[in-house]
């Protein structure tokens, strides 16, 4: 079946030229984040500019506060999956998984706007967006659809590039989001256009599956305003004001969502529906759409207060997240036919601990440098046979 899967993942990334950052990118980095075409990340994530002997202009300095946030992002999207299986019978876990959904995508999203905000529409940020984008969603969408016919039992599904399956929502919403993002910088009052844009959609039922359209719509807010915001908002953000200021508000949320775990809220941080598919009032929509978004926002400034700034162990990761967001879906849908949530231990209080263990020590092996090696022609596809001499095409890593 359709899952609604993440967030999940953004996936951001840093680079030396203005290139649009989504799940699949990565560029030459520099000290302060230019706009960046690209995550989970492209949180998400920026494009790497193809290495070659025609290039001779140095390397910059990445920045790692932006690879650090599409590190620790993408391990809460792995995490989040791991613990769907856990969350009947378990308020708490419920309630932290109500948690991370409110904050997570978002994340990754504005920060994948942020990185977007050099996409003009030329040539070589196309041919990125190909590349880094379109391949990898195509490729990814025959190959969760093979593999789920086995872990769904569904032989006889069909591959559909337009209803994407599982994690690939994330890259077709990016894609669209990209195309349109020279239109949001032209119009005036862009985030209140995309807001009324998302509580539109979610008056509407009949917004079907294609290309995941409640999603890209209702997300969209959070995209425009990561193309509105400059790397000073970001700092202010990480003010140790804002860092202490974090500790209560995330203990608030986590008691709300504490609180609102039985009454079933956390489908309304998918995105994925309209209001009557969800059993509730068609005003709901507009309402809800109102206070997810400014939830989110709150949670997320909390988030990036406490993402460290230096560099870490995990910085390099973050140039990878793309790899261990599209990889990490095999392993959780290996999970059902395996039979690894079937062990009664596992529901109890430090089986959910080694199951979030185990998804983090997953999705960060599957974003170190081996795995990189062997999945980069499907993630980070060069395809300069594909286009005319004259223009860049472009690896992505989120």
């Given at each position: 079946m359709r899952q609604e899967g993440i967030g999940q993942a953004t996936l951001p990334s840093n680079g030396t030229e203005p290139t649009p950052a989504g799940p699949a990118q990565a560029e030459p980095p520099q000290t302060q984040p230019p706009p960046v075409e690209a995550p989970p990340a492209e949180p998400t994530p920026a494009e790497p500019t193809p290495a070659g002997p025609a290039q001779a202009a140095p390397a910059k300095k990445r920045d790692a506060f932006f690879d650090n946030a599409?590190?620790?992002?993408?391990?809460?999207?792995?995490?989040?999956?791991?613990?769907?299986?856990?969350?009947?019978?378990?308020?708490?876990?419920?309630?932290?998984?109500?948690?991370?959904?409110?904050?997570?995508?978002?994340?990754?999203?504005?920060?994948?706007?942020?990185?977007?905000?050099?996409?003009?529409?030329?040539?070589?940020?196309?041919?990125?967006?190909?590349?880094?984008?379109?391949?990898?969603?195509?490729?990814?969408?025959?190959?969760?659809?093979?593999?789920?016919?086995?872990?769904?039992?569904?032989?006889?599904?069909?591959?559909?590039?337009?209803?994407?399956?599982?994690?690939?929502?994330?890259?077709?919403?990016?894609?669209?989001?990209?195309?349109?993002?020279?239109?949001?910088?032209?119009?005036?009052?862009?985030?209140?256009?995309?807001?009324?844009v998302a509580m539109l959609a979610t008056l509407s039922p009949a917004i079907g599956k294609d290309l995941d359209l409640q999603r890209v719509l209702q997300f969209l807010p959070y995209f425009v305003l990561g193309l509105l915001l400059k790397p000073e908002h970001f700092r202010l953000v990480r003010r140790r004001a804002v860092r202490v200021a974090s500790v209560p508000v995330f203990a608030a949320a986590l008691a709300v969502a504490y609180w609102a775990a039985p009454r079933g809220v956390y489908p309304w941080f998918f995105h994925n529906d309209s209001a009557v598919q969800l059993g509730a009032p068609a005003w709901y929509g507009p309402v809800m759409t109102l206070a997810t978004f400014g939830c989110s926002l709150v949670l997320v400034a909390c988030f990036l207060a406490w993402v460290p700034g230096r560099h870490t162990w995990f910085t390099a990761l973050g140039a990878a997240t793309l790899y261990g967001y599209l990889l990490h879906g095999f392993v959780k849908q290996a999970a059902g036919p395996a039979h690894w949530y079937d062990h009664p231990w596992i529901h109890q209080p430090l089986g959910a601990l080694a199951v979030t263990l185990v998804a983090a020590l997953t999705v960060t092996l599957l974003c170190t440098s081996p795995v990189r090696r062997v999945f980069r022609c499907v993630v980070e596809p060069r395809a300069e046979w594909a286009f005319r001499r004259g223009g860049e095409g472009g690896r992505a890593a989120a």
């Open positions: 599409k590190y620790l992002a993408i391990l809460l999207v792995a995490v989040g999956h791991a613990w769907e299986p856990l969350r009947e019978g378990s308020r708490t876990v419920t309630a932290f998984y109500t948690l991370v959904y409110a904050f997570h995508m978002p994340a990754f999203i504005v920060i994948s706007g942020h990185f977007s905000r050099g996409f003009d529409g030329s040539p070589q940020r196309v041919k990125r967006l190909i590349t880094g984008v379109a391949v990898p969603y195509v490729v990814f969408e025959v190959a969760y659809t093979l593999v789920t016919r086995w872990t769904d039992d569904a032989p006889d599904r069909d591959v559909s590039l337009l209803d994407p399956l599982y994690l690939t929502w994330f890259l077709a919403a990016l894609f669209v989001w990209r195309l349109t993002a020279p239109v949001w910088r032209l119009v005036r009052r862009p985030l209140p256009l995309a807001l009324a």
